[in-house]
């Protein structure tokens, strides 16, 4: 069972849950359905974020899913800040225009909360093909309301591992722990730095946003012992290993970081790992698919290990775009069949057979897992891949009992603008603007308007 918040704010916030982002959109633009007033009849509407596999979704739903079930989806698709905005007002309100809608497990608890979602066990129970217990139990875990209650189903998930160019530390007589720490690595950049003209050690995002440099370097403090705030509230962002977490991050980045660091989000770390412009990369799960790419020109010279640690045996996030069904939706019923579906085993298989194995939204069956043609396809980092999310501990990701759950972020509603406001002073202090102990000062007291909030209730 989910650890829930032990208490609750003294003042409603909540419409305001699903602002910021973890990473950055794949795609600009947008593309926008047919909403409408509602659903109604044969079809619903579905509103959702605008990457790469729910956009590879829209193509396939008519001629697979409508066809086989006479069941007509109207997609809105939005870029990630946008949809978050227009779901946290569909949902808060119940004014059921939109009858599934891509939320994260950031949101999903939340709104299950606030009784804004369908539970779907009902559902599961009468649909074993979907297989419920397939579903890696991390991911199950973070998409259940405070009741044990099952509030969304997963599409794809991630961790955090270590990505390294094996060729250069070949090179440079250099090996890679399989466990490695965070004083390892930070030895590791120093090493590789230079190793190639223009080449940096590591690459770390620096740029602000919660789901930007926070969601790396709230891992970092989990594992150097540090948390956001203990299990009475109390903000804890002024205590000696928050200082020491983030500025070992800071001055790891600043010294064989990538240049511009205080601007390079998941998008620009891509970008570098793949240009050849760093040796290392501490980052999402899903990078390795992309850099693996056919036509990729670091396709085949990469290593994978774990998310490095401190003082905990782990310290991956866990992350998922998963499928919510709105309370007030018309046709429940209907947009479970849809979740089902686009969830499912079959859908794995559709994708993998009409557009390619590395394109399938993995990270969320185990069954995924044992499947020959996605072993094959992913052989570089499926299996590093799925330890990093089996491995997640978003109850108890560092060393001391935590008031809400949550690995890379708070599982309260505020912490989207707490998140952010942190962010941009952390990322002054990468780009020399200040010092790390004037912006965890500063930090510190936007953290004790949250506890005041809490502390108490």
Request: charged share 20%; hydrophobic share 35%; aromatic share 10%.
């Amino acid at each position: 069972m989910r650890t829930p918040s032990r208490r609750r704010p003294k003042r409603a916030t909540l419409a305001a849950a699903a602002a910021g982002s973890l990473l950055a959109p794949l795609l600009s633009g947008c593309w926008v359905g047919a909403g409408g007033a509602g659903s109604g009849g044969d079809s619903i509407n579905v509103l959702m974020v605008n990457n790469p596999q729910m956009v590879e979704l829209r193509k396939l739903t008519a001629a697979h899913f409508t066809r086989e079930t006479g069941i007509k989806v109207n997609f809105t698709v939005l870029p990630e800040n946008d949809v978050r905005d227009k779901i946290s007002q569909d949902f808060a309100n119940q004014a059921g225009q939109y009858d599934v809608a891509t939320l994260s497990n950031y949101e999903i608890p939340i709104y299950a909360r606030n009784g804004w979602l369908h539970e779907l066990d009902g559902y599961t129970a009468k649909d074993p093909a979907f297989d419920q217990q397939d579903i890696l139990e991390p991911m199950r875990r973070s998409l259940t309301g405070d009741d044990g209650k099952t509030y969304g189903q997963p599409f794809y998930g991630e961790s955090s591992f270590l990505m390294y160019r094996k060729d250069v530390f070949a090179k440079k007589g250099l090996t890679m722990p399989a466990h490695p720490t965070w004083r390892q690595i930070a030895g590791l950049a120093a090493e590789a730095d230079g190793a190639e003209p223009g080449m940096k050690g590591i690459c770390l995002r620096g740029l602000p946003g919660w789901g930007e440099v926070m969601a790396p370097l709230t891992t970092v403090v989990n594992t150097f012992g540090g948390t956001w705030f203990d299990k009475d509230w109390k903000a804890r962002l002024d205590s000696p290993e928050w200082k020491e977490a983030t500025q070992f991050y800071v001055d790891l980045v600043r010294e064989h970081g990538e240049s511009g660091a205080a601007q390079a989000g998941f998008a620009e770390c891509l970008n570098n790992m793949t240009q050849g412009k760093v040796a290392m990369w501490y980052d999402a799960t899903s990078a390795a698919g992309l850099l693996e790419a056919s036509g990729s020109p670091v396709k085949g010279k990469l290593g994978y290990a774990p998310a490095p640690v401190e003082k905990t045996r782990s310290s991956g996030w866990l992350y998922t775009w998963a499928w919510g069904i709105q309370q007030a939706s018309r046709n429940p019923d209907k947009a479970w069949k849809f979740v089902s579906w686009a969830s499912g085993k079959g859908y794995e298989q559709l994708v993998g057979d009409q557009v390619g194995w590395s394109h399938i939204p993995a990270g969320k069956r185990a069954s995924t897992y044992s499947n020959p043609a996605y072993t094959r396809e992913a052989s570089a980092f499926q299996e590093m891949t799925r330890q990093a999310i089996e491995s997640a501990r978003p109850d108890a990701p560092g060393v001391q009992p935590r008031p809400a759950p949550g690995i890379q972020f708070v599982g309260i509603p505020e912490f989207t603008g707490l998140g952010t406001k942190v962010s941009q002073e952390i990322s002054a202090a990468i780009a020399g603007r200040q010092s790390v102990t004037t912006a965890l000062r500063k930090s510190q007291k936007l953290a004790e308007q949250i506890s005041e909030e809490y502390e108490g209730r």
